[in-house]
């Protein structure tokens, strides 16, 4: 038999792989925590979370105003029926899911009317330290590590765009 026959064969299991490898994500215990919230979610316990599902789990916590159009958009995020893979998929898309690299160079840019590509550190700290989701020193010093700065302090902004979204830069 040759190898073009199974060609069909052979893209449903790389697709069936594809989105199972979201189980190696993630640690067993947290993979078990995921499956008790989906067991809640599963109001009707059809495998699947639907509507219905939604609207119910939201009456349990108390919220019984939650609008039609908020439930179709939560269902809209997965591109099919949610499944415990499904939902697994979801939650690592927002949990790990960064904005793209265009995204984050983007907001640095904002901080960067000169546009030499590069922040003083202790200005971005500052900001970090004291906007919205406010950060502590110490988260703050955590990112910076993997940061390449200057001797004059400057912080290379695309450079760590590129480490947030495609990881540590490997030294040969």
Excluded: C
Excluded at 4 to 13: Q, V, W, Y
Excluded at 46 to 59: P, Q, R, S, V
Excluded at 73 to 89: K, Q, V
């Amino acid at each position: 038999m040759g190898r073009k026959t199974k060609k069909k064969e052979g893209g449903a299991l790389r697709a069936q792989r594809a989105s199972s490898n979201v189980f190696s994500n993630f640690e067993q215990t947290q993979i078990q925590e995921f499956k008790e919230a989906f067991t809640l979610m599963d109001q009707n316990r059809d495998g699947f979370i639907d509507k219905e599902d939604l609207k119910d789990t939201y009456a349990s916590l108390g919220k019984t105003n939650v609008k039609d159009d908020e439930l179709d958009a939560m269902l809209r995020e997965a591109s099919g029926p949610i499944n415990f893979t499904m939902f697994l998929n979801l939650f690592g898309e927002k949990l790990t899911g960064t904005d793209t690299e265009e995204t984050i160079l983007n907001a640095f840019k904002m901080l960067d009317p000169d546009g030499k590509g590069s922040i003083h550190k202790e200005y971005i700290k500052r900001l970090l330290m004291s906007q919205a989701d406010k950060m502590t020193a110490t988260e703050v010093d955590q990112m910076l590590e993997f940061a390449s700065i200057d001797a004059a302090g400057n912080l290379d902004y695309k450079a760590l765009s590129y480490v947030l979204t495609h990881g540590e830069e490997k030294e040969e």
